[in-house]
């Protein structure tokens, strides 16, 4: 499985951005879906993970700002973040597991794109 993410870039406070993880390869029909983000220094952390029903969860830190979505006929995950504060700054992964995966060690990973956030 590869997973190639895109639509990172530069945003003032406030703003928007979508990124897109394409995902090519074996899709397992039973593949939970994840974005992580890492910010310089800092250790990689979860951002928002979806199932293979749909169904999602986030972490409190972008609830109500941020949402995770999937195209199944087109093998695209997504990352609508709105409201964007500069403590979103991060390279953003998107990951991929059988579920139900594990806490942090998913099998698949991109290459990953950066998100600056300016005050």
């Known amino acids: 499985v590869q997973l190639v993410e895109s639509g990172g870039g530069s945003v003032q406070a406030g703003g928007s951005l979508r990124l897109s993880c394409a995902a090519s390869?074996?899709?397992?029909?039973?593949?939970?879906l994840a974005w992580f983000r890492q910010a310089e220094g800092k250790k990689r952390e979860g951002v928002a993970y979806?199932?293979?029903?749909?169904?999602?969860r986030y972490e409190d830190s972008v609830k109500g700002r941020f949402t995770i979505s999937k195209d199944n006929a087109r093998n695209i995950l997504y990352l609508q973040m709105n409201n964007m504060k500069p403590e979103d700054t991060a390279t953003y992964f998107c990951?991929?597991?059988?579920?139900?995966?594990?806490?942090?060690?998913?099998?698949?990973w991109g290459q990953g794109t950066q998100v600056t956030v300016s005050s």
């Open positions: 990951a991929a597991d059988v579920c139900p995966p594990p806490t942090t060690d998913y099998e698949f």
């Open positions: 390869g074996f899709i397992h029909n039973n593949f939970c």
């Open positions: 979806i199932d293979s029903d749909g169904n999602s």
